[in-house]
């Protein structure tokens, strides 16, 4: 499938924000989305953007989507330590969902 | 409401087993999604179930492969096990194919191959 890149680590001090990047490689994805996976758990739904959106606003979250580069982040603001967990960026022009490797988010106190 | 369960949550088996591994979607959704979570990478698409019938299907060789029941449930089954198909099995409904912006994850099934 197409190729879905992220960092792989982030460590933010509670309070701060968090940015997560993620790089994809489809030109004809119509949705890009963000999970998150808490230890032992399976996926959660956090957003998702439609691929015409620039930016999208979610209580906390926020999502910005720059198409010409592939480039999409997720920030979250007044991280907090419930927000340590891997982060997946994933796309789908329709077919399958084709998620990143993940971002590990460590939030320190 | 249901939430997506599935079945076991652990399983040990051994190079050259089957295994079966189950989930029941969320009340109401017809269409279940299998994905191969290996350690350290992100969900692999298996393939989707949509009303009873495979509806698409991703990089996997044929032994593995699928049922959806009536009721929407569904199993994985994979013969032949190889130690590499060590991961975090998770399936995943949604009301209608492809739906991903309602799709639902169970917690997994986590499949060891010794």
């Known amino acids: 499938g197409e190729d879905v890149e992220q960092s792989l680590f982030l460590s933010v001090r509670e309070g701060d924000s968090s940015v997560i990047n993620c790089t994809y490689t489809d030109s004809s994805s119509t949705y890009l989305y963000w999970y998150k996976q808490e230890p032992g758990a399976g996926l959660q739904l956090l957003t998702y953007i439609f691929s015409n959106m620039d930016m999208k606003q979610d209580q906390r979250l926020t999502v910005l989507l720059n198409k010409k580069d592939k480039h999409l982040s997720l920030r979250i603001a007044d991280t907090q330590t419930g927000d340590s967990a891997i982060y997946f960026c994933a796309e789908t022009d329709g077919y399958a969902l084709n998620f990143g490797k993940g971002t590990s988010l460590l939030v320190t106190p | 409401e249901t939430g997506v369960t599935q079945s076991p949550t652990h399983l040990i088996k051994t190079r050259g087993q089957q295994v079966t591994l189950r989930c029941s979607s969320q009340?109401?959704?017809?269409?279940v999604s299998w994905y191969q979570q290996a350690l350290g990478q992100g969900p692999q698409f298996i393939f989707q179930?949509?009303?009873?019938?495979?509806?698409g299907r991703g990089n996997f060789p044929p032994r593995f492969s699928g049922l959806q029941f009536p009721n929407y449930s569904s199993e994985l089954n994979v013969n032949a096990l190889e130690l590499d198909d060590s991961a975090l099995y998770l399936c995943?409904?949604?009301?209608?194919?492809?739906?991903?912006?309602?799709?639902?994850f169970g917690p997994g099934t986590r499949l060891t191959v010794l």
């Open positions: 009340s109401g959704h017809n269409t």
């Open positions: 179930y949509y009303r009873e019938e495979e509806n």
């Open positions: 995943a409904s949604s009301l209608a194919t492809y739906n991903y912006n309602e799709q639902f």
